[in-house]
C-alpha cells in the first residue's frame, strides 16, 4: 500500500523554538497533502491541505503565520511551528493522496511537546 | 459542532465473535465515508470506505454498512481477531471537496 513518512517521530523544545516536521510519500505522488492536529480524546482537526507548487489553504481558526507550510514536490510537505509555546504541544500528523478519487494515507505523526 | 460522532468511546468483544462499531453524522453534503485503524505511535491506516450510491461494501472480515436516511454508519468484523485490537476513526467527506472530518475514535479491545 502508498507508505507516508513522517519525521521526526516525536520533539521536545523550549518555548520559542522554531520546529519543522516533515511528511515524504514514498511510493505515490501526493498531489494534495493534508496537516493534521490532535489533542488527547479528541478527533483529527485538519489545519490546512496543501497543493504541490501552491500556498496552503488554512482551516479558519489556523494561523498560517505560525504554521508555515511548505509543499515543494509532489513527495515532499514541510510544517514549520514557528516560535513555539506550549500550548502548540500536540499530536501532528500529514496525509497525501495521489487523486481526487482515492484516500488519504497518513504518517505515523510527530508528538510535539513544548517546554 | 461535532459533523461525524462516535458516541463509544470503547468497546470489547471476545475474540471470533462480531465487533460493530457505530458512526453518525449530521452533514448531509457527506458522500463518502471511510474508516480507518489507528495502532498506538502509528498514523491512522485506511480501512475500507463506501460511497453513498451504496448500502454495503465489503472487504474480508470488514464490512461496511451506510443508512443515508438514519446519516449512519456502522463497520462489522466478523470474525474479530487479536490483531483488530486498536483505535477505529470513522471519517466523511464530500467527493467534491478533499476535506475529510473524522469522529473522536472507538478504542476497540478483542478478548482472548
Known amino acids: 500500500g502508498a507508505v507516508v513518512s513522517q519525521h521526526p517521530s516525536r520533539v521536545i523544545c523550549k518555548s520559542g523554538t522554531s520546529v519543522k516536521i516533515e511528511c515524504r510519500s514514498l511510493?505515490?505522488?501526493?498531489?494534495?497533502m493534508f496537516w493534521y492536529r490532535q489533542f488527547p480524546k479528541q478527533s483529527l482537526m485538519l489545519m490546512a491541505t496543501s497543493n504541490e507548487g501552491s500556498k496552503a489553504t488554512y482551516e479558519q481558526g489556523v494561523e498560517k503565520d505560525k504554521f508555515l507550510i511548505n509543499h515543494a514536490s509532489l513527495t515532499l510537505s514541510t510544517l514549520t511551528v514557528t516560535s513555539a509555546h506550549p500550548e502548540d504541544s500536540s499530536f501532528y500528523i500529514c496525509?497525501?493522496?495521489?487523486?481526487?478519487?482515492?484516500?488519504?494515507?497518513f504518517g505515523d505523526g510527530t508528538r510535539l511537546s513544548i517546554l | 459542532d461535532q459533523q461525524v460522532k462516535q458516541n463509544s468511546p470503547s468497546l470489547s468483544v471476545q475474540e471470533g465473535r462480531i465487533s460493530i462499531l457505530n458512526c453518525d453524522y449530521t452533514n448531509s453534503m457527506f458522500d463518502y465515508f471511510l474508516w480507518y485503524k489507528k495502532y498506538p505511535a502509528e498514523g491512522p491506516t485506511f480501512l475500507i470506505s463506501?460511497?453513498?450510491?451504496?448500502d454495503k461494501n465489503e472487504d474480508g472480515r470488514f464490512t461496511v454498512f451506510l443508512n443515508k436516511s438514519a446519516k449512519h454508519l456502522s463497520l462489522h468484523i466478523v470474525p474479530s481477531q487479536p490483531g483488530d485490537s486498536a483505535v477505529y476513526f470513522c471519517a466523511a467527506s464530500s467527493l467534491r471537496d478533499d476535506k475529510i472530518i473524522f469522529g473522536k475514535g472507538t478504542r476497540l479491545h478483542i478478548l482472548p
Open positions: 511510493d505515490f505522488q501526493a498531489t494534495t
Open positions: 463506501i460511497s453513498s450510491i451504496k
Open positions: 496525509s497525501g493522496k495521489a487523486s481526487p478519487n482515492q484516500p488519504q494515507h
